[in-house]
């Protein structure tokens, strides 16, 4: 089955427009707990939760090859109905994507990855081209230093008229043939959001940025969701995953999960 | 000693801007040749020919946690002597790219790496306070779609006089406060190479594309090189390691890398 086809089953099935952010950091969590066993802790507690899981790579290769064999074995517990989007924000030139694509697609098996737009179109086609997953552009990301190059308004000489970010998601629309691209837009900005989804109402998004980082529920749900509510996907990593630091970690995922789920829930 | 020292004192004695980019493709290596016996050899053949190796990530992440052995022993068995630059293309917000910082810098070593600017100063300053190693940041990379958003003309509003590569450019000028940062330039665009140097005449510069991209070799020195020859690493990938495909690519890779170094000194 396609990514967007399984996003929107897992959401329905699930009633849940939350991602968890599989994100380990060994310092948050609980003493001698190995990443896979914490990993399968909180997806056990969280997969009746959640429209898809979101691993952020970097955490895995922070820890080298163990972290990695940890992040597939992670990716093959995860149940086959719920997708899996790698947060890995890749970009290169054609042959060397095509390697990445190997990586995350072949070799893992993710159904959808994060892409970076700053090479363009030729280095992103090779992902593009595995029509049955998904490839989240990065659009307007939830940090502070978004705002450096993202916001600059940008365009032709003498015709600017849009801000970076605006370009990035017009492009992204254009180059969607086979329908399986998506923007990253974080809820820590909800102007933005909101013209995103306004200007494009079938496109997937991925949101991050509500809890930890500051994003408000209420905005971000009211801003960012499609009218179907089948192709938005909002990200929780750390109020999560370290809702507690102690042995019953699993189980305090389990209930901020829910309580994240349903409290988005009730803005829809 | 720091990337910048270590980078000149190479150049210098190896009288060299050649940088060999290992990048080892299945396809493309002799037969039942592993990765590191292969890149092994390419060392042996070219150590006394380059100022830096740049292994691509990617090409070691498409083969698995093999593929990541061989990157750490490959890493491990270049002479201390020459920086070894991870392209890597990374960029993400805080938190996460401390993690990549972990892989890159602590666990492997790299003395360099290349990072995307998408994501604004924050996304980079944690890889900028490793103050001994180098961070090549992305402005105009050599592929064909580096237009789509790299030359789009950008600006406040009704004052728009100069294109995101060179916005990249300046901002990153003013973020090397400890004098460690540098930029991708491409020598497919000589125009553009030829205008971020003599902006920025004391920027390290990391340029691929020469060979098989197609960059001239006597455009990307003339535009290219600063004046002390210290601080311009010229990027050859393929051409050096497929120089030829049968049981003397070591030899055939060290007589195209003599070539390709001593044609970049011709021209200086």
């Known amino acids: 089955m396609d990514f967007i086809s399984k996003l929107a089953k897992a959401s329905q099935k699930n009633r849940s ?9 060994p310092a948050l969590m609980p003493e001698k707990t190995g990443v896979f066993e914490f990993n399968k802790a909180i997806i056990d507690a969280t997969a009746d939760l959640v429209c898809a899981y979101k691993p952020n790579i970097a955490f895995y290769e ?29 970009g290169d030139i054609g042959n060397t994507v095509k390697a990445y694509a190997r990586s995350l697609f072949d070799y893992y098996k993710f159904d959808a990855m994060t892409a970076s737009p700053y090479l363009g179109y030729d280095s992103l086609e090779p992902f593009i081209e595995y029509r049955d997953r998904g ?21 032709k000489e003498g015709d600017v008229k849009k ?10 629309d254009g180059w969607n043939k086979h329908g399986n691209l998506g923007l990253v837009v974080g809820a820590t900005y909800p102007e933005e959001l909101k013209l995103i989804r306004e200007r494009y109402p079938q496109m997937p998004l991925l949101i ?22 089948t192709k938005t996907i909002i ?28 409290s988005i829930n009730k803005y829809l």
């Open 208 to 229: 991050p940025g509500v809890g930890a980082q500051g994003g408000g529920i209420e905005q971000t749900v009211k801003y960012g969701v499609d009218r179907e509510k």
């Open 135 to 155: 490839v989240f552009i990065l659009c307007r990301t939830s940090n502070k230093g978004a705002a450096d190059f993202q916001s600059l308004y940008v365009g």
């Open 17 to 25: 427009l939350l991602c968890v952010g599989l994100d380990p950091e």
């Open 62 to 90: 922070a820890m080298g090859n163990e972290g990695l064999e940890a992040l597939k074995k992670t990716r093959d517990y995860i149940p086959k109905d719920i997708p899996v989007i790698i947060d890995a924000k890749r």
């Open 163 to 172: 801000m970076l970010f605006e370009v990035v998601a017009e492009k992204v």
């Open 235 to 262: 990200n929780s990593s750390r109020q999560i995953l370290y809702a507690s630091r102690g042995r019953d970690f699993a189980e305090a995922a389990g209930k901020a999960a829910r309580e994240l789920r349903d």
